[in-house]
């Protein structure tokens, strides 16, 4: 299993600024992943972390608005930029070590975003 | 990745077994079925999953049809703590992207 420390675990921020959420995992992992949770709503993919390459987005999802770093195989950024009261939502990190039937993805606590 | 319909919500009353089925008709044949929970807005959590014979871990057992178009998670004897929105997800191991649907949610009443 992996152990997955996000943080900030909650934030309240103001439009038109950004936050930064950190994704720590406790082994090196190939694959990491945001999500974002909006209220009520079940979880959406935002994009794939990859370790010495730009991030790869989803459909809905830019580059400019939620920019990724991974600087190593154990950890990983995500930042919500000039955000408006519609980034309210949980922010959620995940990944995915082991292969084949082991596999099976792990998230961490998640952050809850704010934007007033 | 295989689409999965669930049910939106379930009621069970504790003790009971809870079972919660799922419909991914169009999987394929290396794609696996997955099945997390998220209690309360934390993050979901795994609880098992199969390729084609059924499983049994210490926190469920998961059905899946000869067919493979199908799967029911049973949670043996549920408790309170069991109420959560549980996702049903298939998804090929190695292909990493795993596609949420809108789960289930789990009501388990005294």
């Known amino acids: 299993s992996a152990v997955i420390s996000q943080k900030p675990s909650r934030d309240i921020c103001q439009r038109g600024t950004s936050l930064t959420i950190q994704c720590q995992v406790d082994s090196q992992v190939t694959m990491m992943f945001w999500y974002r949770q909006q209220p009520g709503q079940s979880l959406t993919l935002i994009a794939t972390?990859?370790?010495?390459?730009?991030?790869?987005?989803e459909s809905g999802f830019v580059i400019d608005k939620f920019p990724i770093s991974r600087p190593n195989l154990t950890f990983s950024t995500l930042t919500v930029s000039n955000m408006s009261p519609e980034d309210s939502s949980i922010y959620l990190c995940?990944?995915?070590?082991?292969?084949?039937?082991?596999?099976?993805?792990?998230f961490g606590s998640g952050t809850q975003l704010s934007v007033l | 990745d295989a689409k999965t319909t669930q049910p939106p919500s379930m009621d069970c009353a504790e003790g009971r077994a809870a079972n919660l089925p799922c419909n991914h008709s169009?999987?394929?044949?290396?794609?696996?079925v997955y099945w997390y929970r998220q209690i309360h807005s934390q993050g979901p959590q795994y609880i098992i999953h199969g390729l084609k014979n059924n499983e049994t871990n210490e926190m469920a057992s998961l059905i899946i049809t000869e067919d493979r178009k199908s799967s029911t998670l049973i949670l043996p004897h549920a408790t309170l703590r069991d109420t959560a929105v549980y996702y049903c997800?298939?998804?090929?191991?190695?292909?990493?992207?795993?596609?949420f649907g809108a789960g289930t949610r789990l009501f388990v009443k005294a």
């Open positions: 997800i298939a998804f090929n191991t190695g292909g990493f992207k795993t596609i």
């Open positions: 995940s990944v995915g070590p082991g292969t084949g039937e082991n596999e099976k993805l792990f």
């Open positions: 972390a990859n370790q010495g390459s730009e991030a790869t987005y």
């Open positions: 169009t999987i394929s044949g290396n794609e696996y």
